[in-house]
């Protein structure tokens, strides 16, 4: 393993340590202190010895989004994961496989979804724990909690032979779209006020229906929520571990939050830009904040790491598969083979692009993390 | 290996081996019927089985975008490379390691480049093949032809102890961005107009800086280019082998010539949209060709394979991680579990997010080839 960040092969992920170590810290203390339970989303990362950092730090089992990462942190040992996108059919043996090795929750929306399940779970005689998920305002997946459909299918899981109701669970992503810190913690207030109402009209419907989880998730709402509502049982952030510039400029965090960045070279110099080796799959296409800042670029780069400043003349304007195109603006002094540092607009899906992590305390590389972005298509 | 595409679990990538060999063996026809040498770009599928296919039609090369396509191309028996990416000084070392199994080309477009080549080429003792990367018109990378500067580095590396001037090569990105196939057409001619006239100009300067190789580049512009002047020695498609809906739009191919589709999970219905399991991990945030089509989303869903149309009432209006957001017009009978078969926007960047292509005949699965998406960072 290379000792020195400025002897690693570019492009490179790197993780800085010591600041990922305060984000989680934080994060636990944050949960403990509003006493809910912490259980991060770990499609951020996919990384085995970073979920072990937040299971250390006091989470109390995780979340995933597909059936490899549920997977590879079962053989880890985490006995406790949530997999947090609605089931479909295709996926129902696989889970079932998982749920030997551990204890593991699923999550659905529609009564058909819990018919095919129902069916299933009889004929393989395997007990689904089984979650709701709700509309908060994202408009992406979940039942209208105000609706009496949602009752029923909460209803209609409850009464399954082989399926257990465990709760409901929300997650506020429309808060990535919001202008203003003050209209993410609106949404964050409605993402709970939501959850209290829905898991009352629950217990007020069946006893039975009494939600033992009621979730809630994304990490800007959870960020600037300052406290927790008595009926919210946990929260399942993701992002803030790594933190991105998309987090800047929503404004819930600062760039010294910032863990993850991509460490790339100068490819070539022109009278008015700049190409690098960070193209499409070294950042992802992923435009950020483009409603926040408009020149958000496909991320930004560094100038001085410790002190959190960025390179103002200097725009990431354009990425190819392998070509990073740098718009310059005023002088610079760069030549190929200068290394740059760039914070990605959003870590998920850059991280997604490598196959580990340099761990990094200054300029010094003092470890190399798996990063399990396989797909599980056996 | 399952054996249906229906068994398959979603997101997963499909090849439909007929029409990939038919595009295979076109682009080969054309190049040996128009005299010049084809020398696919293999970042496009970075799959062995894919390149040994093309190399059995007739390529002469490879052409790869990062040393890990170059080295595991190399072990798998492919003698002639090109790394079409300006080399870096980061990279020195472990392109002379692949050297010595394979016959490499590498890049450059900047004299401090090869100064600093020039050195570790004489300290190391290796011989390196150089080509010279020209400015088309496509404003990425490579030296401006008509300028004193291109012939004078072609000299400093033709003079270089250590260094093997091999010739030109250009890439016409910009044919992506046109408006029409005429346009197309006219950045084709120029692609190999600037060429021609910069190979007359090197030998002009001197009979030693007679570029043996004069390569040009892109899917969009070969595909149409009715011919290839004398002086163009070589071509380098990529995305011909699988094309997409960004050539469809730019009508350099019709919808049953794309070969690479992703056949997802409809895993949540609601009143105005569908939600799939084929998020920005499945498909890539690559708009696609928003300057030609306004609707096209991250990607379209096939209404009839063979017949080549698509689902006019579906737009795939967003994407996160794992999710896929589909906007739905008019009426549809879709219902959880079933599955849609989308063409992405960008075969390239899609096919990097996959480990596997299942080969399929129709319905039928009847291979699965591995894909070469890791990265080189040991």
Redesign the interface.
């Known amino acids: 393993m290379k000792e020195r960040v400025s002897d ?5 992920g790197l993780v800085d340590i010591e600041r990922m170590d305060c984000n989680i810290r934080d994060m636990a203390t944050k949960a403990d202190e509003n006493g809910v339970l912490l259980r991060p989303h770990v ?1 951020t990362h996919k990384c085995i010895e970073i979920g072990k950092k937040q299971e250390k730090a006091g989470a109390t089992g995780i979340t995933v ?3 490899l990462e549920a997977l590879v942190f079962a053989d880890a040992g985490f006995k406790d994961i949530t997999y947090a ?7 129902f043996s ?1 889970i079932q496989e998982i749920m030997k090795k551990t204890n593991l929750k699923v999550l659905v ?2 009564p ?2 819990v018919e ?1 399940l129902d069916n299933f779970s009889r004929e393989s005689n395997t007990e689904f724990r089984v979650l709701l998920k709700v509309n908060c305002g994202n ?3 979940g039942v209208d909690p105000k609706s009496q459909q949602a009752l029923r299918l909460a209803g209609k899981i409850a009464q399954a032979q082989k399926l257990e109701f465990k709760g409901i669970l929300a997650h506020a ?1 429309h808060s990535y779209a919001a202008r203003s810190v003050e209209e993410v913690r609106r949404i964050a207030d409605y993402e709970q006020e939501i959850m209290v109402t829905f898991a009352k009209a629950l217990k007020a419907e069946n006893t039975d229906l009494e939600p033992r989880t009621v979730s809630i998730g994304s990490t800007p709402t959870v960020q600037l929520a300052e406290s927790f509502r008595e009926a919210i049982t946990e929260i399942r952030p993701g992002n803030y571990v790594f933190n991105d510039y998309t987090q800047v400029a929503l404004g819930t965090c600062e760039l010294k939050d910032i863990t993850f960045s991509i460490q790339a ?6 009278s008015d ?1 700049l ?1 690098t ?1 960070a193209g ?2 070294a950042l ?4 950020g904040p483009t409603h926040l800042r408009e020149d958000s670029g496909y991320g930004k780069i560094i100038k001085n790491y410790s002190e959190g400043s960025i390179e103002e003349g200097l725009t990431i304007s354009s990425l ?4 990073g ?1 740098v718009a310059v603006e005023g002088e610079h002094h760069l ?3 200068d290394r740059l540092r760039i914070i990605p607009n959003h870590s ?2 850059t991280a ?5 992590y ?1 761990i990094v305390k200054d300029e010094r590389v003092i470890d ?1 993390w798996e990063i399990h972005r ?4 056996e």
């Open positions: 690693l092969m570019s492009p490179a499609k989004s597909t059936p996108v609605p089931l479909a059919p295709d996926k696989v929306d529609n058909i979804t095919l408009n992406r997946a992503g070279s100068v490819i070539g110099v022109y830009r190409v080796d499409a799959t992802s296409k992923d435009r190819s598969q392998e070509h195109n030549r190929p083979g998920c899906l997604n692009l490598y196959d580990h340099f190399k396989k797909r599980l298509d």
